[in-house]
């Protein structure tokens, strides 16, 4: 349907809607905490969409809603957050996090459109994803749903999979709804703590946080979720200048915007900004919240609220415009299920994808050559509380942890731990595998130190795993330490002490202050949440199946102290560091390592043409994938800004001993900056422009380029 037929529909509808009507398209109701029998009176009263309910419960509400004088169909909504994982037959892809790893647009657009596929063959329209706040603290809890660090790689990764949701045309059976969220600056909040106020000026919020959601905007994405915190003290749930100002007028935003869970009454509860719901939603919906999650109570104040004249009834009309036009654009009036593909959750296509994912986003941070193993040991033993839970192994946002906690449901296969991925690589090569849990992550859970030095004491090499389990993952989970947690580090040193070859591998949910575990191993691979065959992947690249390619999308501290330690911070400290402290991270943004050796030389940047080229050598023995990054810093600036800042990336694929020209074309606005006005501007000026093999300066060839 084109753009003006869509217009001309929603028109005529919202002619013929009543004012009750037109509310309850604002709503978005929880079924899993009102049930059958509520959520009924809910579609039969119009409700706009329901969240989190599934199979013939959805199909039995959308019959309900297409029996109303007017037929409009529900939109559902599931967090299908890396994968379509609140169903424990659907395809489990690595976390943000992980895949941010890769720092490949294209595994982000597949893991959108398998997980866009199997939530509409559940009958579905729309997910929560993608996180496009950045994890810049890493004590915040929900840093493993965020593609890291950066603004330019988390927009260029979030621009990515929300292709991969929405494919070519909404209306599409395969098509689903994608969201950005969490607009805006939820992942600043101060001391990492979540939903808390985020203590910025609103020209950081427009440098820093905006870029990712301005590239999902220019990527057609349909929804945008508002945050739970505050900026400077004013709830973004009721932040007119952010969502009307900058975000419809400045972005061209056409979509839809939802609150996040419950956030009408937590200006009342929590924020203490409003006395009472209706003053809360008066407020909400002024700002320019077009749906209302899960604050029911949203119905009647709004209609109490524009009966006694204090909100407009065309701030309703607005709303359910913008929500009308979506499900139009989704076809939903004459076909109100997505249809799918039957027969893909978990499919052999689907499967290969999330295996070439979780190969992908591996990263190998360390090694001196005990990697990869010859496949000629007659012992390995792999070691550690992470090597065999495949709840750590999965992340957060999966059918055992949301909507409700549920860690009692079995887990369902396919999948393979570190331990199975072990097992089998041996097995394939007549290597005995033994395996040994050693300790708990946590101080209350069971150790065997000594056992797992038993175990390990006569391997030919050791496999160490470690991390954190989901208990320490996720909302309302904010850490305040970050070192490994329970005996992790006695259970490495006791390892270590057997002076037999040792890698260490992290299954976590973010960087944690690993130390000797990471700086005293042979080898370290940095594995996160990687999905259903994140432990697969491990044993693969620990064999030398693939050359590992992955790169930090975000940087690990020494210690929690260090903290914040990303690698785009401003200069000007003191002798830039703490005194007890390196002034480096433990390892840095963009860092990684493969079974190949990159050298880079003949910088050559053209300022006239905007272009900058560089010489990329593999000095290895074996292919390998290199990952060119392109820093810019402003020499001298208006405004202090960032030592270095990351403007763009390509990834180049060379046999050993090959050599390759690597070149970008650049644009002024890669080089611009927020004004102490708040506007985006070029400067003229010198800029130190960077290239190579990590943000690391030692990694970088440098040159100026003058504008």
Not at 423 to 440: L, N, S, T
Not at 456 to 464: G, M, P, Q, R, T
Not at 553 to 571: D, K, R
Not at 655 to 677: C, K, Y
Request: charged share 25%; net charge negative; glycine share 8%.
């Amino acid at each position: 349907m084109k753009n003006a037929d869509i217009q001309t529909r929603v028109e005529s509808l919202l002619v013929q809607m009543t004012l009750e009507e037109k509310v309850a398209q604002m709503v978005q109701v929880p079924y899993a905490m009102v049930g059958r029998e509520e959520a009924l009176r809910w579609a039969k009263l119009g409700a706009g969409s329901f969240l989190h309910v599934l199979g013939d419960d959805a199909r039995e509400i959308q019959r309900e809603a297409m029996n109303t004088r007017l037929g409009i169909p529900v939109i559902f909504g599931i967090d299908a957050i890396h994968g379509h994982g609140l169903n424990d037959h659907a395809t489990i892809f690595p976390t943000q996090l992980a895949a941010a790893c890769s720092w490949d647009p294209d595994v982000a657009y597949t893991m959108g459109r398998v997980t866009a596929r199997e939530v509409a063959t559940d009958g579905l329209h729309w997910t929560f994803s993608p996180v496009l706040c950045l994890g810049r603290d890493t004590r915040w809890g929900r840093v493993n749903e965020t593609f890291g660090e950066d603004p330019y790689l988390a927009g260029e990764l979030g621009a990515a999979i929300i292709r991969g949701y929405q494919g070519d045309d909404l209306s599409d059976g395969e098509s689903i709804l994608a969201c950005a969220k969490h607009y805006l600056g939820y992942g600043e909040a101060t001391g990492a703590r979540d939903s808390y106020d985020t203590e910025c000026t609103y020209r950081k919020v427009r440098e820093v946080f905006l870029p990712p959601f301005k590239k999902a905007a220019e990527a057609g994405c349909a929804t945008f979720m508002t945050a739970y915190g505050s900026v400077d003290g004013t709830p973004l749930t009721i932040d007119e200048y952010l969502m009307k100002d900058v975000l419809r007028d400045e972005l061209g935003f056409d979509g839809f915007v939802v609150t996040d869970w419950d956030n009408v009454n937590s200006l009342v509860r929590r924020q203490f900004v409003a006395a009472d719901v209706k003053e809360a939603s008066f407020l909400a919906a002024k700002a320019g919240n077009d749906m209302i999650m899960t604050s029911t109570e949203f119905y009647d104040a709004a209609l109490e609220a524009v009966r006694d004249g204090r909100l407009e009834e065309r701030i309703i009309d607005d709303a359910v415009r913008h929500i009308l036009t979506i499900k139009l654009r989704m076809n939903l009036f004459e076909k109100p299920e997505k249809t799918g593909k039957p027969g893909c959750f978990g499919c052999p296509e689907h499967l290969e994808e999330a295996k070439d994912a979780a190969c992908k986003s591996l990263v190998l941070l360390k090694n001196d050559g005990m990697l990869p193993l010859s496949g000629k040991e007659k012992k390995i033993a792999v070691i550690g509380p992470n090597a065999d839970d495949i709840q750590a192994q999965y992340g957060d946002w999966v059918y055992f942890t949301h909507p409700l906690p549920n860690p009692t449901h079995p887990a369902v296969r396919p999948y393979v731990t570190v331990k199975e991925g072990f097992e089998a690589a041996c097995a394939e090569r007549g290597i005995e595998c033994v395996y040994h849990q050693g300790c708990g992550v946590l101080p209350s859970q069971s150790d065997d130190i000594a056992g797992a030095v038993e175990a390990a004491k006569d391997a030919d090499a050791i496999v160490l795993v470690l991390g954190d389990i989901i208990s320490q993952v996720g909302e309302a989970k904010d850490r305040a330490c970050l070192e490994l947690s329970g005996r992790q580090q006695e259970l490495f040193a006791a390892l270590r002490a057997l002076n037999i070859p040792l890698a260490t591998v992290l299954v976590a949910s973010k960087p944690l202050c690993v130390g000797d575990a990471a700086l005293k191993a042979n080898a370290f691979i940095c594995a996160f949440n990687g999905g259903m065959f994140g432990g697969e992947a491990v044993a693969k690249a620990v064999f030398g199946e693939f050359n590992p390619k992955g790169r930090l999308p975000i940087t690990f501290p020494h210690h929690s102290g260090q903290l914040p330690v990303y690698y785009n911070s401003m200069p000007g400290w003191h002798d830039g560091k703490y005194c007890d402290l390196p002034a480096e991270p433990l390892f840095a943004f963009g860092e990684g390592m493969g079974y190949s050796a990159f050298a880079y030389s003949d910088l050559e940047i053209d300022a006239a043409s905007l272009t900058a080229s560089v010489l990329v050598t593999n000095t290895g023995k074996r292919a390998g994938v290199e990952t060119v990054q392109v820093y810019m810093r402003d020499v001298v600036s208006s405004v202090v800004t960032p030592v270095k800042q990351l403007i763009a990336f390509k990834q180049v694929a060379l046999e050993a001993g090959e050599a390759a020209r690597v070149a970008f074309t650049l644009t002024r606005e890669d080089f611009s900056i927020v004004n102490r006005a708040g506007q985006r501007v070029t400067e003229p000026g010198d800029f130190l422009l960077m290239i190579g093999h990590s943000s690391k300066d030692e990694d970088l060839l440098k040159g100026t380029l003058t504008l």
